[in-house]
């Protein structure tokens, strides 16, 4: 017999009963039910059920078990009785009867429980990552990404792709984040980049002629943590391909993510055919360009309708600045006083001065009916008024309505599609300002009146995205996007026009309100990478010093290419139905981009300063 198990954990079922066997595992937790010792033996595998009696020659020994010991135990498999089984576990139809019984591991007293799934301080959890590891809920989300992982892998090689690996140890690239550098022992004063992308070495893949790249790629980004981004590194599904446009990667990446959100999505349904929405599309409707398409809710432009009106507030910033706009929010089922007042008090704990809106309320009319009648005395009276119902309309009521009068309050009705008891909020000043506070509203929302829909996945691509943003704290043109895609136009796109007004072929996949990836179709002609860096400043010398390695081999024959990088974290979250990365990593960081396990980032002694040559200088304290 092996020295620790003839079977895991898991494995045992009703054809075994019989047979003498060995299993070994952590002790999940023991029950004492006076005549019988009952031991929940678990394993990576699963859970099996030993039972020792006062006549087992263990029995003294599996009284001293405590939780998360380690222990081989050997016995006879049985099956239990009728009213014992237990349906929820692979294993609950029988029980092994234990004949011996050996500790391997005692446990010291544990920091927190493995047993169940109570909520625990992060930070613990953290330290103790190990332990938190063995809980099913954890365990089970790190097998289902490694299953995530390896459906990837198939996929794409079914698409024909070519799994290569690229460097750790590489330049610093103006990727948007800060780079995590590593300082050069052999070459005094110098530094290298951990990649935050493998961008310019995919991009030079394709250049040397491999047509269809991918990896399970590490990042690295010294950047803040947030609940749907890890601080340091993550991983991505990065791709490219060779002589292709735009859609030709939508065509081939849209299979990919569709099968693999079926595979592992638990039957919830997915898009089935991704809509492309342009980025200033989904900033006007959506104030984010990650919109989660499972909430209805589209904002408009209602700025017309405030024009002079009697609503001094919004007509007098109109007036002040043109470039001015009001959108309207509008929320359905919302029309009443209560949910109103409090998505105001919301706005005003998110630090704004509040939130109007106008509530629609039946419409009533007051007629003049006609025709005589005879009143209850006998006299006839005619043109008798009364009070009717119109379905078609609804009055607006609250502040704004009243300041703005019935005609334009029922034009922003009809404009929405609104009805009696339907709401609508506005937010006003400039778009730049104001989006992200009106996306979140829009998402408050649509939770609140419980529009947004549950139980599915909505893809879509957002394309379209302005090849420039404007800096303000260093008055020029930054790249908004990827530096390395093609401008919508090309060269010409590059000297003819406004530089805040050229697109780029540039795209993210977003699910959920959650961005997967972005990726873009590269500029594969060194001229018209001169001129876009030139564009956000960087001169020709500066260029050729910082990129040269990818301006030098554009020169020498670039394929057409484009590509995408999906991030594996968060199509793992998703796939979980987690809403934390932490819950989807094996050793995760915490927010502070601490390593608390493993007690990094940490001290190095003075010689290995010398060797390096670096010298320390710590900020002075405050």
């Given at each position: 017999m092996h020295a620790y198990r003839t079977h895991t954990c898991g494995a045992l079922r009703q054809g075994d009963v019989g047979k003498t066997v060995?299993?070994?595992?952590?002790?999940?937790?023991?029950?004492?039910?006076?005549?019988?010792?009952?031991?929940?033996?678990r394993d990576h595998y699963g859970l099996t059920q030993i039972v020792a009696d006062p006549q087992s020659p263990v029995f003294a020994q599996a009284e001293k078990l405590k939780p998360e010991w380690v222990m081989r135990i050997d016995g006879a498999v049985v099956a239990r009785t009728a009213d014992t089984v237990n349906p929820n576990l692979p294993t609950g139809e029988v029980e092994v009867r234990a004949s011996d019984l050996e500790v391997l591991s005692e446990a010291s007293e544990l920091p927190l429980p493995v047993f169940g799934e109570p909520g625990y301080p992060e930070e613990t959890r953290l330290k103790y990552r190990f332990l938190d590891l063995r809980r099913e809920t954890l365990h089970g989300n790190i097998m289902m990404r490694q299953a995530i992982i390896a459906s990837l892998r198939n996929r794409m090689r079914e698409a024909g792709f070519f799994e290569f690996q690229t460097p750790i140890l590489t330049a610093s690239s103006p990727e948007g984040a800060r780079d995590y550098l590593v300082p050069s022992r052999v070459h005094p004063g110098?530094?290298?980049?951990?990649?935050?992308?493998?961008?310019?070495?995919?991009?030079?893949?394709?250049?040397?002629?491999?047509?269809?790249?991918?990896?399970?790629?590490?990042?690295?980004?010294?950047?803040?943590?947030?609940?749907?981004?890890?601080?340091?590194?993550?991983?991505?599904?990065?791709?490219?391909?060779?002589?292709?446009?735009?859609?030709?990667?939508?065509?081939?990446?849209?299979?990919?993510?569709?099968?693999?959100?079926?595979?592992?999505?638990?039957?919830?349904?997915?898009?089935?055919?991704?809509?492309?929405?342009?980025?200033a599309e989904a900033m006007r409707k959506y104030g984010t360009d990650k919109p989660d398409l499972r909430n209805p809710i589209e904002m408009e432009d209602a700025t017309e309708h405030f024009k002079g009106s009697g609503f001094k507030l919004f007509a007098g910033m109109i007036d002040m600045d043109v470039n001015t706009r009001i959108w309207a929010i509008p929320a359905k089922g919302g029309g009443s006083r209560a949910f109103c007042d409090r998505m105001n008090a919301w706005a005003q704990s998110e630090g704004q001065p509040g939130l109007g809106y106008i509530i629609f309320d039946k419409h009533i009319e007051t007629v003049v009916w006609d025709k005589s009648i005879e009143g209850i005395s006998g006299e006839v009276k005619t043109d008798v008024p009364y009070q009717q119902l119109d379905p078609e309309r609804a009055a607006g009521k609250g502040p704004i309505a009243k300041n703005i009068g019935q005609e334009k309050s029922e034009a922003i009705r009809q404009q929405l599609g609104l009805k009696a008891g339907d709401a609508?909020?506005?937010?006003?000043?400039?778009?730049?300002?104001?989006?992200?506070?009106?996306?979140?509203?829009?998402?408050?929302?649509?939770?609140?009146?419980?529009?947004?829909?549950?139980?599915?996945?909505?893809?879509?691509?957002?394309?379209?995205?302005?090849?420039?943003?404007?800096?303000?704290?260093?008055?020029?043109?930054?790249?908004?996007?990827?530096?390395?895609?093609?401008?919508?136009?090309?060269?010409?796109?590059?000297?003819?026009?406004?530089?805040?007004?050229?697109?780029?072929?540039?795209?993210?996949?977003?699910?959920?309100?959650?961005?997967?990836?972005?990726?873009?179709?590269?500029?594969?002609?060194?001229?018209?990478?001169?001129?876009?860096?030139?564009?956000?400043?960087?001169?020709?010398?500066?260029?050729?010093?910082?990129?040269?390695?990818?301006?030098r081999a554009l020169q020498y024959g670039a394929p057409p290419h484009g590509g995408i990088a999906p991030g594996i974290d968060r199509m793992v979250m998703l796939l979980c139905g987690e809403e934390n990365l932490?819950?989807?990593?094996?050793?995760?960081?915490?927010?502070?981009?601490?390593?608390?396990?493993?007690?990094?980032?940490?001290?190095?002694?003075?010689?290995?300063?010398?060797?390096?040559?670096?010298?320390?200088?710590?900020?002075?304290?405050?």
């Open positions: 060995r299993l070994s595992g952590w002790v999940h937790r023991v029950r004492d039910h006076g005549e019988l010792l009952f031991i929940d033996l110098k530094f290298y980049a951990l990649p935050q992308a493998p961008q310019q070495f995919k991009q030079l893949i394709m250049i040397a002629g491999f047509d269809r790249y991918f990896q399970i790629a590490p990042c690295f980004r010294d950047e803040d943590a947030r609940a749907d981004r890890s601080p340091g590194e993550f991983y991505q599904l990065d791709l490219e391909m060779s002589f292709v446009t735009q859609e030709d990667v939508f065509d081939t990446v849209e299979p990919i993510l569709r099968g693999l959100f079926e595979e592992f999505g638990g039957g919830k349904p997915v898009t089935p055919k991704f809509p492309r929405i342009p980025y609508v909020f506005f937010v006003a000043g400039l778009p730049s300002e104001f989006a992200d506070f009106a996306a979140r509203a829009r998402v408050k929302i649509g939770n609140e009146l419980e529009l947004t829909a549950t139980g599915r996945f909505e893809f879509c691509w957002i394309v379209d995205f302005p090849m420039y943003e404007w800096n303000e704290d260093e008055k020029r043109n930054d790249f908004s996007h990827n530096p390395f895609s093609m401008p919508q136009g090309g060269l010409e796109a590059l000297q003819t026009k406004d530089p805040l007004d050229i697109l780029a072929y540039q795209y993210d996949v977003v699910c959920n309100g959650v961005e997967l990836s972005s990726g873009a179709i590269r500029n594969h002609k060194p001229e018209i990478m001169e001129k876009a860096f030139a564009i956000a400043g960087y001169p020709k010398e500066e260029l050729e010093q910082r990129f040269g390695g990818m301006l932490r819950q989807v990593v094996m050793f995760p960081m915490n927010q502070q981009a601490e390593d608390l396990l493993m007690g990094a980032p940490s001290e190095v002694s003075p010689k290995q300063l010398k060797d390096l040559h670096i010298r320390i200088v710590l900020p002075p304290k405050s």
